[in-house]
């Protein structure tokens, strides 16, 4: 297993090749990408067809940090964001689901694409 983070700003490039990861996360931390469709096409372009990009988030941030559309939606909102940033980056079969409701501590939500 290679776990390895790239420093997406100022410009958002992976420096890996076409077709040469078999799954990408970004834990948690969507919610502060300033260039976030132009990141997901480069997650796309590196994962092999089929493989999934799974995008986690919970009910915390950090609001300045935070963008500002990100600060203004609920829950269902981030997701449809995210998904909307999937959709934008070419990603298909984009599901949604909650791994932890927020019933016994904070939420955690994943929407997952496919390349």
């Not at 948690?28 to 493989?51: A, M, T, W």
């Not at 959709?87 to 994943?110: C, T």
Request: charged share 20%; hydrophobic share 45%.
């Amino acid at each position: 297993m290679v776990r390895q983070a790239y420093p997406l700003t100022p410009e958002p490039v992976l420096p890996l090749e076409n077709d040469s990861i078999d799954a990408v996360l970004c834990c948690v931390s969507v919610q502060y990408l300033q260039k976030p469709i132009e990141v997901f096409e480069q997650v796309r372009r590196v994962l092999k067809p089929g493989s999934p990009f799974i995008v986690s988030y919970s009910n915390r941030c950090f609001p300045t940090k935070a963008v500002a559309i990100w600060r203004s939606l609920d829950l269902q909102g981030h997701a449809a964001l995210i998904k909307f940033y999937l959709d934008g980056a070419g990603f298909s079969s984009i599901e949604i689901r909650a791994l932890s409701d927020g019933v016994r501590g904070d939420p955690l939500i994943v929407v997952i694409g496919h390349a």
